[in-house]
């Protein structure tokens, strides 16, 4: 269970930024289906015409002319045998007749699309894409309405974004809040813990009230130099007036073994269509595979809700490595079983007598591919959950090496790392100096964005060497404390009292 703290805390060579790669693999993306959609009935409708006899041919066009293309003609060997020549002048005949209006309507749904997620010149390279679209007085007119759309828009305060984030979320309140008095892990879970019916609600009042999800990339420009050194410069984010940025980010998405029997979900998982969900297992003992955490209900409001996305982002995912991660497990001490093994995962062990570590990565790196695919990031979370203030670091380069061999290989190799414990490298004001070690270290190993926690609105400390942001807690402590007029750090982004479930008991103070 994580615990949290308050923190206060050119030369260059232009290169293509990581975010211009990351935007244009999104448009491209979003592109495909398209010109899948083209290809597949440009392919049909020539197999008909490479097929047809040349009668037939004239009563597909009506002139007596061939169909023109500038795709290759499929060969003959490549159709069944048994499909008579008339059947394939009908189909021909049916999929040409459908062939502009279904191209023409997918090029209008993939353009709108990219307008809603603000991407107006995407948009209307989509539109300028289908031929003789200057002829077609809707799509010109789409052209004009994406051109006003962007010209309205007005520049992100970088330094005015903030970044949220939860845990797992908790699927049965009255199953993990149960017995405060006695269950230290219970006081825990209420008061770092986030209901689904709490965060759905969350994200529906941020929504309304015009906050739209944006990259922790899309803040910077990133530019690398002949010497392989990362600069940063503060990037230009553009949204309509009446919209806010904001960040998220996820911690410890592992599904510890800590929280087996407290109604969290226990694994991510691959629905038949390939989309992450998660796996629950419900008080009878029965699994069922659902929206049941972060990913999958935020991945379902953006589909519903496009405009809710700068450009496709999704958040960060923090992980550490100690229990594996996505609820696989991962690490190699589940093969090796040293000495001092936790008394949970030997537990695990003895239960799952058929574990082959290699088959936990397998299936785990499968569903990180795919949530990746969706557009989230994975980040370092230490480890071990390791306190980076207080380690030395001794402690930090160990537990740094193990993430890398046991995380890195199945989520991919990462730029950020966000902090456990909310603790930091160096004071908010004081910055990360050339002097200090663990920055040094950590950017040796790749790291250029930071996070912390914090509780403060906006913390962003953008420099030429790295990005800084802090992070904001929605958890049961924040809710609950905002909810009955004690605090006030949460009312800039929903009022509390709206949208604390009525199954969280009283939530304990921290110690």
């Given at each position: 269970?994580?615990?949290?703290?308050?923190?206060?805390?050119?030369?260059?060579v232009?290169?293509?930024?990581?975010?211009?790669?990351?935007?244009?693999?999104?448009m491209?993306k979003?592109?495909?289906?398209?010109?899948?959609?083209?290809?597949?009935?440009?392919?049909?409708?020539?197999?008909?015409?490479?097929?047809?006899?040349k009668?037939?041919?004239d009563?597909?066009?009506?002139?007596?002319?061939?169909?023109?293309?500038?795709?290759?003609?499929?060969?003959k060997?490549?159709?069944?045998?048994?499909?008579?020549?008339?059947?394939?002048?009908?189909?021909?005949?049916?999929?040409?007749?459908?062939?502009?209006?279904?191209?023409r309507?997918?090029?209008?749904?993939?353009a709108?699309?990219?307008?809603?997620?603000?991407?107006?010149?995407?948009?209307?390279?989509?539109?300028?894409?289908?031929?003789?679209y200057?002829?077609d007085?809707?799509?010109?007119?789409?052209?004009?309405?994406?051109?006003?759309?962007?010209?309205?828009?007005?520049?992100?305060?970088?330094?005015?974004?903030?970044?949220v984030?939860?845990?797992?979320?908790?699927?049965?309140?009255e199953?993990?809040?149960?017995?405060?008095?006695?269950?230290?892990?219970?006081?825990?879970?209420?008061?770092?813990?986030?209901?689904?019916?709490?965060?759905?609600?969350?994200?529906?009042?941020?929504?309304?009230?015009?906050y739209?999800?944006?990259?922790?990339?899309?803040?910077?420009?990133?530019?690398?130099?002949e010497?392989?050194?990362?600069?940063?410069?503060?990037?230009?984010?553009?949204?309509p007036?009446?919209?806010?940025?904001?960040?998220?980010?996820i911690?410890?998405?592992?599904?510890?073994?800590?929280?087996?029997?407290?109604?969290?979900a226990?694994?991510?998982?691959?629905?038949?269509?390939?989309?992450?969900?998660?796996?629950y297992?419900?008080?009878?003992?029965?699994?069922?595979?659902?929206?049941?955490?972060?990913?999958?209900?935020?991945?379902?409001?953006?589909?519903?809700?496009?405009?809710?996305?700068?450009?496709?982002?999704?958040?960060?995912?923090?992980?550490?490595?100690?229990?594996?991660?996505?609820?696989?497990?991962?690490?190699?001490?589940?093969?090796?079983?040293?000495?001092?093994?936790?008394?949970?995962?030997?537990?695990?062990?003895?239960?799952?007598?058929?574990?082959?570590?290699?088959?936990?990565?397998?299936?785990?790196?499968?569903?990180?591919?795919?949530?990746?695919?969706?557009?989230?990031?994975?980040?370092?979370?230490?480890?071990?959950?390791?306190k980076?203030?207080?380690?030395?670091?001794?402690?930090?380069?160990?537990?740094?090496?193990?993430?890398?061999?046991?995380?890195?290989?199945?989520?991919?190799s990462?730029?950020?790392?966000?902090?456990?414990?909310?603790?930091?490298?160096?004071?908010?004001?004081t910055?990360?100096t050339?002097?200090?070690?663990?920055?040094?270290?950590?950017?040796?190993?790749?790291?250029?964005?930071?996070?912390?926690?914090?509780?403060?609105?906006?913390?962003?400390?953008?420099?030429?060497?790295?990005?800084?942001?802090?992070?904001?807690?929605?958890?049961?402590?924040?809710?609950?404390?905002?909810?009955?007029?004690?605090?006030?750090?949460?009312?800039?982004?929903?009022?509390?009292?709206?949208?604390?479930?009525?199954?969280?008991?009283?939530?304990?103070?921290?110690?």
């Open positions: 269970m994580e615990k949290h703290q308050d923190t206060f805390e050119k030369n260059t232009r290169e293509p930024s990581k975010k211009y790669i990351q935007r244009k693999r999104y491209q979003r592109l495909i289906k398209t010109f899948f959609i083209l290809f597949v009935m440009t392919g049909i409708g020539i197999t008909a015409a490479v097929l047809v006899p009668g037939d041919k009563s597909v066009t009506g002139q007596g002319e061939t169909l023109e293309t500038g795709v290759k003609p499929v060969d060997e490549e159709v069944s045998k048994d499909m008579k020549s008339e059947e394939v002048t009908a189909q021909g005949k049916d999929q040409n007749q459908e062939n502009p209006d279904d191209v309507a997918a090029v209008i749904e993939q709108d699309l990219l307008a809603a997620g603000y991407d107006y010149d995407g948009a209307m390279e989509t539109v300028k894409s289908y031929e003789g200057e002829r007085s809707e799509l010109t007119a789409k052209i004009t309405d994406y051109e006003n759309r962007k010209a309205s828009c007005v520049p992100v305060d970088i330094d005015k974004v903030t970044h984030f939860y845990h797992s979320l908790v699927v049965d309140p199953l993990c809040f149960a017995n405060q008095d006695t269950d230290p892990q219970a006081v825990g879970n209420n008061q770092w813990m986030t209901t689904i019916e709490e965060f759905n609600k969350i994200t529906q009042i941020m929504y309304d009230e015009g739209v999800l944006v990259d922790l990339h899309d803040m910077v420009n990133e530019t690398t130099d010497n392989g050194n990362v600069h940063f410069e503060k990037a230009e984010i553009m949204l007036p009446d919209k806010k940025a904001f960040v998220l980010s911690d410890d998405l592992s599904y510890y073994h800590s929280y087996d029997g407290y109604g969290y226990s694994k991510m998982v691959l629905d038949e269509d390939g989309k992450p969900k998660c796996e297992i419900q008080r009878d003992g029965t699994t069922v595979v659902g929206d049941y955490d972060v990913i999958p209900l935020m991945d379902k409001f953006i589909e519903e809700h496009p405009d809710a996305s700068y450009r496709g982002a999704r958040g960060s995912i923090a992980l550490t490595g100690y229990n594996g991660i996505l609820g696989y497990r991962t690490d190699i001490s589940y093969q090796t079983v040293p000495a001092d093994m936790n008394a949970d995962k030997l537990k695990w062990l003895e239960e799952h007598p058929d574990f082959n570590l290699e088959t936990e990565r397998a299936e785990a790196k499968k569903v990180a591919d795919a949530i990746k695919a969706e557009g989230w990031r994975f980040a370092s979370h230490t480890w071990g959950h390791l980076v203030g207080e380690a030395s670091m001794e402690r930090l380069r160990a537990d740094t090496e193990k993430w890398k061999e046991n995380v890195e290989p199945l989520v991919g990462t730029d950020t790392i966000i902090f456990a414990h909310g603790q930091d490298l160096a004071e908010w004001t910055g990360y050339p002097d200090n070690e663990k920055y040094n270290y950590l950017k040796e190993q790749g790291f250029h964005y930071f996070c912390n926690v914090d509780s403060q609105q906006y913390a962003v400390q953008i420099t030429d060497t790295y990005f800084r942001q802090g992070r904001r807690n929605l958890d049961g402590y924040r809710i609950y404390y905002n909810s009955i007029g004690e605090m006030d750090s949460l009312s800039d982004l929903f009022h509390a009292s709206e949208v604390i479930d009525p199954k969280r008991p009283p939530v304990p103070r921290l110690n």
